[in-house]
């Protein structure tokens, strides 16, 4: 099993250079096709130009074609470097929607989480965590701090027996088969019977028909920690460099509500992120 093609999401951020070369280094290990998806926010008074209310609309245009010419180059140079069969897409449109549909065209895609200090990451409310309810595909989300030295050595699968569990584990098997280790952790909520024991059997003994090795843990849920934050801290503390997880939400009065665990994800994350819906 692996990915044959791979879609990263490029704009204008500072963090769009880390998820390219993550993306080409992902694509080297599966000899996979890449897909540069530039997508950035449609908004004519988008934040990263409301500093400087003197522009005219051309002068605005005129920019955001210089900023796209610019990641254009840069992501195919650096596709030409690395040996790696690779499509340049900018498509017009409302920013989600047109996302969205080259999304599911994709085995993966690689994301990024938005930096509150870069103005250029913003591209729509929730952009991020709507791609992960509504593509159908397994997402690779990258922080906006920290160093990616490496991806996939030692992965950490959260579960819960839900189906997006099970979804984003399945998702996640080329990564988990080249991996030198993997643990399964399950959060355990106070009152919780101790029967996750079989549960983490059952999970470990199916990786291992996929020629996946993997041990299993259960933490403790203490009162005022969330699910989310208590998998980050087991991932700091095991040192894993890949945290693989469901994503959960719903749609209410035309707006996404995320699970708990999956909003402290897309707002805290320390670690790449896997997840699937």
Not at 9 to 24: F, G, N, P, V
Not at 137 to 150: D, I
Not at 208 to 213: E, I, K, M, P, Y
């Amino acid at each position: 099993m692996s990915y044959k093609t791979l879609l990263v999401h490029l704009d204008d951020s500072r963090r769009s250079e880390t998820r390219l070369a993550l993306s080409l280094e992902l694509a080297q290990r599966w000899d996979a096709h890449l897909i540069g998806l530039y997508v950035v926010c449609q908004d004519l008074l988008r934040p990263i130009f409301r500093q400087d209310r003197t522009l005219s609309f051309a002068q605005i245009e005129a920019h955001e074609a210089e900023r796209r010419d610019k990641a254009r180059d840069a992501f195919l140079d650096a596709a030409e470097r690395a040996g790696r069969s690779a499509e340049w897409r900018a498509p017009h449109g409302p920013a989600l929607d047109v996302a969205m549909l080259h999304a599911r065209h994709a085995d993966l895609l690689v994301l990024g989480q938005q930096d509150p200090n870069d103005p250029a990451s913003f591209v729509a409310p929730h952009f991020v965590g709507d791609l992960l309810l509504g593509a159908g595909r397994p997402a690779l989300v990258v922080p906006y701090a920290g160093e990616v030295r490496t991806l996939g050595e030692n992965v950490l699968v959260a579960w819960d027996g839900s189906r997006e569990a099970a979804r984003a584990a399945a998702d996640a098997m080329p990564l988990l088969q080249r991996a030198r280790h993997v643990g399964i952790e399950i959060v355990r909520h106070h009152g919780q019977p101790l029967h996750d024991a079989p549960e983490g059997l059952d999970v470990a003994a199916w990786l291992d028909t996929h020629g996946v090795r993997a041990s299993f843990s259960t933490t403790p849920h203490h009162i005022g920690v969330g699910t989310g934050a208590t998998l980050l801290n087991r991932a700091s503390d095991l040192h894993a460099d890949l945290l693989v997880m469901g994503a959960y939400g719903h749609s209410r009065a035309r707006e996404r509500v995320f699970g708990g665990a999956t909003r402290t994800m897309l707002e805290s994350m320390t670690v790449p992120v896997l997840m699937a819906h």
